[in-house]
């Protein structure tokens, strides 16, 4: 314990990151407040030691073993959930024409989904979803209308699409896992005067929530880089 507690400064920084992805899953889960949320993150980029970063979980059970877990750092406290064999479809459509279609919660993706939005929407949540090893295949078309893709931090995201008078976003906000056996979501769109957009949540954080936590990380990041 002393030896990890004395880690040099430079040997910190994967810790740190784990430990700033802790704070993020447990503010997502709401066991935390944004203030508290904005505050811990600061003293985690200030941290000086081991020490310092432990003490800001300490008191968060879920987030206490970040610093120990196996794995490099953004790497997901659980793994992506892998559909069981005979589970997965080869194909899937799902369209919203003048209304909306969705899948959410504990669900089994196709290998390869289509989904459409033709004045209306398509919203696919794969944060608790059974993903099939390997690639998963999603194309997205929305004509003015919209689809929506919400993906767990740390999964592999790999997009491409064209937009015409619409929209096509996409911002990744973690890092790419190394890990050879990720599930990558392979994502091909096109929208018409309507738009794609593919998000990073936590499972169980809201829209607003995921606005907190990006804007307590870069206010976090100017500070650190001020200091």
């Known amino acids: 314990m002393a030896d990890n507690d004395n880690t040099p400064v430079a040997g910190l920084e994967p810790?740190?990151?784990?430990?700033?992805?802790?704070?993020?899953?447990?503010?997502?889960?709401?066991?935390?407040?944004?203030t508290d949320f904005e505050r811990r993150v600061d003293l985690a980029h200030q941290a000086q030691s081991m020490a310092d970063l432990r003490a800001l979980l300490d008191d968060l059970p879920k987030a206490q073993t970040a610093?120990?877990?196996?794995?490099?750092?953004?790497?997901?406290?659980?793994?992506?959930?892998?559909?069981?064999a005979g589970r997965?479809?080869?194909h899937e459509i799902m369209v919203g024409i003048f209304g909306g279609t969705s899948r959410v919660g504990h669900w089994f993706p196709a290998r390869k989904s289509v989904a459409i939005g033709i004045m209306g929407g398509a919203k696919l949540d794969y944060r608790e979803a059974d993903l099939p090893p390997g690639v998963t295949e999603v194309t997205a078309i929305a004509v003015m209308g919209g689809v929506e893709i919400i993906v767990?931090?740390?999964?592999?995201?790999?997009?491409?699409?064209?937009?015409?008078?619409?929209?096509?976003?996409?911002?990744?906000?973690?890092?790419?896992?190394?890990?050879?056996?990720?599930?990558?979501?392979?994502?091909?769109?096109?929208?018409?005067?309507g738009g794609v957009e593919i998000k990073t949540r936590y499972p169980g954080e809201t829209q607003r929530q995921a606005r907190q936590r990006r804007r307590a990380l870069r206010r976090a990041e100017r500070e650190d880089d001020r200091s």
């Open 152 to 193: 767990p931090p740390h999964v592999i995201v790999d997009v491409s699409g064209l937009a015409i008078m619409g929209g096509f976003d996409h911002r990744s906000e973690e890092p790419p896992t190394h890990d050879p056996d990720a599930p990558i979501l392979k994502v091909n769109g096109f929208a018409l005067m």
């Open 88 to 90: 997965t479809k080869e």
């Open 67 to 84: 610093l120990t877990r196996p794995g490099p750092a953004g790497a997901v406290e659980r793994p992506p959930r892998i559909s069981p």
């Open 15 to 34: 810790l740190r990151q784990k430990a700033i992805d802790a704070l993020c899953e447990t503010f997502a889960q709401d066991q935390i407040t944004v």
